[in-house]
């Protein structure tokens, strides 16, 4: 190998690798939902969005997280941008399954159905 050749090499190899790590922190800093469940006094309780996206299509269930048929709540909406609540009941009782959950699901990015899932018991 010339030692140009060499030169141009290393040059190529680093302009790869400095490509590489933009888009590395571009994935990480990226708009993304995620959630947060508020269970304040008097049985009312929040599906808050806390990330810097807005969730589109989404759908708070609360009951089994294993079983999508046991539902004790639900709670619908078109939109919703971050910082906005979803309210919905959540109260766990003798009854209620082991794996009690408040489930959120929502179309993510490129229309992907994503899902979010918190145990309440």
């Not at 140009?4 to 400095?18: C, I, K, L, N």
């Not at 008097?42 to 009951?63: L, Q, Y």
């Amino acid at each position: 190998m010339q030692a140009g050749d060499w030169a141009t090499w290393v040059g190529s190899s680093a302009a790869v690798v400095a490509a590489v790590a933009s888009i590395a922190v571009w994935w990480r800093e990226r708009s993304s939902v995620s959630w947060e469940f508020d269970r304040p006094e008097r049985g009312r309780s929040f599906a808050r969005n806390t990330g810097s996206a807005t969730a589109r299509d989404v759908h708070v269930r609360v009951g089994s997280a294993s079983n999508d048929n046991d539902i004790d709540a639900e709670a619908r909406a078109v939109t919703v941008a971050p910082g906005e609540v979803i309210p919905v009941l959540a109260f766990a009782n003798m009854a209620s399954p082991a794996d009690f959950a408040v489930v959120v699901t929502w179309r993510g990015r490129f229309r992907r159905r994503e899902r979010w899932t918190r145990i309440l018991h």
